[in-house]
C-alpha cells in the first residue's frame, strides 16, 4: 500500500540552528500540505502545494520557515533559526488534488524538540 | 475563518456506545471529516460527510446537520484499541485550495 515517507522521525535541536524535514508523497498526488501539531491540539496548516505552487502559506511564519516543492513531487520544509516554541510534531499529506472530496493521506510526522 | 468545538475529553466502557459531537462555523463549507490518531502517530482517515445524514462504516458511523453546523461520530462496541484522539475537520473551499482545519481533537479513553 503507498505511504507517505518522511524523515527524520525525530530530531533533537538547538535553538538558533536550522533544521529541515523532507517528505515524499503517495505518487501520482498532486496536493502536498505540511501541518504542525502541538502536543494536545489538532494539526494546524503550514502550507498547501498544487504541484510546485503554494496555494495557501497564510499560517506559515514565513520570517523563519520555507517550503519548497522544487518539482512537483517531494517536498522540504525548513526552519531557521529555530526557537523553543517550535517544538511539535511535524506532519506531512498528500492527496489526489482538485476541488471535490480527496482524502488526505499523512506520512508517520517528525518529531522536533528544540532545547 | 473557522471555529471548530469538541469535547477535550470523553471515557466510556468496553462494549459501550459513544458519541463524539463536533460544532463548527465555516464559509465554502466543503465537506466534515472525522480521523482518529492515537498517541504518538499520525492521523487516520475514519469518514467524510458532505451532504446531511448518517454515514455508516462498521463500528463507526458519522452525521453531518449543515444547517445546525454540527457533526458527530459515533462508535459502537467499543474496543480497548479504540482509546485515542478523534479529530473533526471541517474542509473549506475559500482562497483557492481545499483547506482542512482540525478541531483540538477528543482525547477517548475506553476502560474495561
Known amino acids: 500500500e503507498a505511504e507517505v515517507a518522511q524523515s527524520p522521525r525525530y530530531k533533537i535541536t538547538e535553538k538558533s540552528q536550522a533544521v529541515a524535514f523532507w517528505c515524499d508523497p503517495i505518487?501520482?498526488?498532486?496536493?502536498l500540505y505540511w501541518y504542525r501539531q502541538i502536543l494536545g491540539q489538532g494539526p494546524e496548516l503550514l502550507v498547501q502545494?498544487?504541484?510546485?505552487?503554494?496555494?495557501?502559506d497564510s499560517q506559515l511564519p514565513k520570517d523563519r520557515f520555507s517550503a519548497e516543492r522544487l518539482k512537483g513531487v517531494d517536498s522540504t520544509l525548513k526552519i531557521q533559526p529555530a526557537e523553543l516554541g517550535d517544538s511539535a510534531m511535524y506532519l506531512c499529506?498528500?492527496?489526489?488534488?482538485?476541488?471535490?472530496?480527496?482524502?488526505?493521506?499523512f506520512g508517520p510526522g517528525t518529531r522536533l524538540t528544540v532545547l | 475563518g473557522q471555529n471548530i468545538d469538541q469535547p477535550t475529553e470523553m471515557t466510556a466502557t468496553e462494549g459501550a456506545i459513544v458519541q463524539i459531537n463536533c460544532t463548527y462555523q465555516?464559509?465554502?463549507?466543503?465537506?466534515l471529516f472525522w480521523y482518529q490518531q492515537h498517541a504518538g502517530e499520525a492521523p487516520t482517515f475514519l469518514s467524510y460527510?458532505?451532504?446531511?445524514g448518517l454515514e455508516e462504516k462498521g463500528r463507526f458511523s458519522s452525521f453531518l446537520s449543515r444547517s445546525k453546523g454540527y457533526s458527530y461520530l459515533l462508535l459502537k462496541e467499543l474496543q480497548m484499541k479504540d482509546s485515542a484522539s478523534y479529530l473533526c475537520?471541517?474542509?473549506?473551499?475559500?482562497?483557492?485550495?481545499?483547506?482542512?482545519?482540525f478541531g483540538t481533537g477528543t482525547q477517548l479513553k475506553v476502560e474495561l
Open positions: 505518487s501520482g498526488h498532486a496536493t
Open positions: 465555516t464559509s465554502g463549507f466543503n465537506g
Open positions: 460527510n458532505v451532504l446531511d
Open positions: 475537520a471541517v474542509a473549506d473551499l475559500t482562497g483557492g485550495g481545499n483547506k482542512l482545519t
Open positions: 502545494f498544487q504541484d510546485e505552487s503554494v496555494v495557501d
Open positions: 499529506a498528500s492527496s489526489l488534488g482538485g476541488r471535490a472530496f480527496n482524502e488526505q493521506f
